[in-house]
């Protein structure tokens, strides 16, 4: 990971993203009915699309609330996929207790 991450993303960084896009889009198509990576692939296409400049995220489906979607709009058109509800209830972290957790596991991968 880049240490002088910026936002908004530089044009080059938004082409290189939409690019990425695009060849993640093929590999969803090509594993559409292989879920496990698939929603790997939909999570990586979502960040490439917001990194690129396009609108994307989740909300609920109410037909089917317990699958969550992922929305991205292309030039082309809206497309979504159903992706599998987080299955561990919240547990009440707080913001501070957030980022320690995260520092602590930072840490741990780093010794690795």
């Known amino acids: 990971m880049d240490p002088n991450f910026t936002w908004p993303p530089s044009p080059g960084d938004q ?3 939409l690019e990425i ?7 969803i198509e090509d594993h559409d009915q292989d879920y ?35 929305y991205i709009e292309l030039p082309t058109g809206q497309v979504s996929w159903h992706m599998p509800a987080h299955k561990t209830p919240f547990d009440g972290h707080s913001t501070p ?5 995260i520092r602590k596991y930072r840490e741990i991968e780093s010794q690795h």
Request: hydrophobic residues 50%; negative net charge.
């Open 15 to 17: 082409d290189d993203a």
């Open 21 to 27: 896009l695009q060849d993640t889009l093929r590999l």
């Open 36 to 70: 496990e990576p698939r929603y790997a692939l939909v999570l990586l296409a979502v960040s490439m699309a917001v990194t690129g400049g396009l609108e994307a995220g989740f909300a609920i489906d109410p037909a089917e609330p317990a699958w969550p979607v992922a």
């Open 97 to 101: 207790e957030k980022y320690e957790r």
